[in-house]
């Protein structure tokens, strides 16, 4: 019973996140009959101006609103220079166009963050646990990511149902051609439906890289703890000699496989290691 009622807990916050990917995806296929394969970019585009807005100093609650909008002005870029030169034109094309911008955006994250992992790690108090009965808890991260994906997919329900431009949105995606003949502005019902999808995609991805570096960091902890006496040692930098261990712990190969040379200890502080 624990079981099932801790993976039915995992299983809302994975289908949280899900459900806001999918919102982006949905609303731009329902109005252009495209299957925007460059959507998986947007959601990799967020976390990456979070990184590099927390890295010149900006606090992370503050960055992610403006990662979001950030990730809004790309979804705007996008729709303008790649699909609207394109509208009326066949289904194909547009296809084909999809692929070339997630191509793009790709290459050009490479470019400039190169091709390794990035750690990106969100407040300390997402990896707080809350027992909810034996063999059964709940993280303050599944607890976030529910709450969030509630309110933007309620946001976003009163969004097309009680304003003027959801309305637009939805007979857009009813009919294009016969949207257009009563006056309805398609261009700019096309470029919020792109400003929403992209939001939706970077909240999706902020929500979901944190509860992958928190399952990492527990991950980790239980792994080296298991393996406390054959795999970790205590070292200085530059000698065998002690140090403190608060501070010096070696994660060896076989402890934590990912190094950028090969063989090289990895070190960490104990923070790190809690879970």
Same mark, same amino acid.
């Given at each position: ?41 947007? +959601?990799?585009?967020? *976390?990456?101006?979070? $990184?590099? /807005? &927390?890295?010149? !100093? %900006?606090?992370?609650? =503050? ?22 030169? +394109?509208?009326?034109? *066949?289904?194909?094309? $547009?296809? /084909? &166009?999809?692929? !070339? %911008?997630?191509?793009? =955006? ?33 993280? &303050?991260?599944?607890? %976030? ?131």
């Amino acid at each position: 019973m624990a079981f099932v009622l801790q993976q039915l807990i995992n299983a809302l916050a994975l289908g949280s996140i899900y459900a806001l990917m999918a919102i982006g995806l949905a609303i731009i296929f329902g109005i252009l009959r495209l299957i925007n394969f460059a959507h998986g970019e947007l +959601l990799m585009i967020g *976390p990456f101006f979070v $990184l590099v /807005l &927390t890295l010149v !100093g %900006v606090p992370f609650g =503050l960055a992610v609103p403006i990662a979001v909008v950030l990730a809004g002005i790309v979804g705007i870029i996008m729709e303008r220079l790649a699909y609207r030169p +394109l509208r009326g034109a *066949p289904d194909v094309s $547009l296809l /084909l &166009t999809s692929l !070339g %911008v997630s191509i793009f =955006l790709q290459n050009i994250t490479i470019m400039f963050f190169g091709g390794q992992s990035r750690a990106f790690s969100g407040p300390a108090f997402l990896d707080q646990r809350l027992p909810v009965m034996q063999n059964v808890g709940i993280s &303050t991260i599944d607890v %976030v990511i529910f709450a969030t994906a509630m309110v933007l997919v309620t946001l976003f329900s009163l969004f097309v149902t009680r304003t003027m431009l959801g309305i637009s949105m939805r007979a857009s995606a009813e009919n294009l051609l016969a949207a257009q003949l009563i006056g309805i502005n398609i261009g700019r019902v096309i470029m919020v439906a792109f400003i929403i999808g992209a939001g939706m995609a970077s909240v999706a991805a902020f929500c979901t890289a944190c509860a992958l570096a928190r399952s990492i960091r527990c991950w980790v902890s239980s792994r080296c703890s298991r393996r406390s006496l054959r795999r970790l040692s205590v070292v200085s930098a530059a000698s065998p000699a002690r140090c403190s261990a608060r501070t010096c712990w070696v994660f060896w190969r076989s402890c934590w496989p990912v190094h950028s040379h090969p063989g090289s200890p990895r070190i960490v502080t104990r923070s790190s290691l809690r879970c």
